[in-house]
Nanobody
Framework: QVQLVESGGGLVQAGDSLKLSCVAS????????MAWFRQAPGKEREFVAMITMLARSSEYADFVQGRFSISRDDGKQAVSLQMNSLTPEDTAVYYC????????????????WGQGTQVTVSS
């Protein structure tokens, strides 16, 4: 069993930066593919970024446009999302997710989900 706990959300102004963190409990974190998703009010949850096991590769949604960076620290069983140049369109609840298969996780099929952390960007 894996538990994911996100932190780092908050209220910021457009152009600011935030760093989200997700800490995992349980075993075998090194072998999990990790990702961030987000869900804005009235919208479906969408993929933001993913980092594969052992940080072999990462992938980002088109809307990121170089503003976000995902990283992982297997020693701390943590994955982070550095978000720069935030805009009001980035306002959403951000979720951390863990999956055994990268292509499935990318599609939103995760083995585990965190509870989410709210990010609000004011104009």
């Amino acid at each position: 069993q894996v538990q994911l706990v996100e932190s780092g959300g908050g209220l910021v102004q457009a152009g600011d930066s935030l760093k989200l963190s997700c800490v995992a409990s349980g075993r075998d974190f090194t072998y999990w593919e990790m990702a961030w998703f987000r869900q804005a009010p009235g919208k479906e949850r969408e993929f933001v970024a993913m980092i594969t096991m052992l940080a072999r590769s990462s992938e980002y949604a088109d809307f990121v446009q170089g503003r976000f960076s995902i990283s992982r620290d297997d020693g701390k069983q943590a994955v982070s999302l550095q978000m720069n140049s935030l805009t009001p369109e980035d306002t959403a609840v951000y979720y951390c997710a863990a999956g055994a298969v990268a292509v499935r996780l990318r599609a939103g099929i995760a083995n585990y989900w965190g509870q989410g952390t709210q990010v609000t960007v004011s104009s």
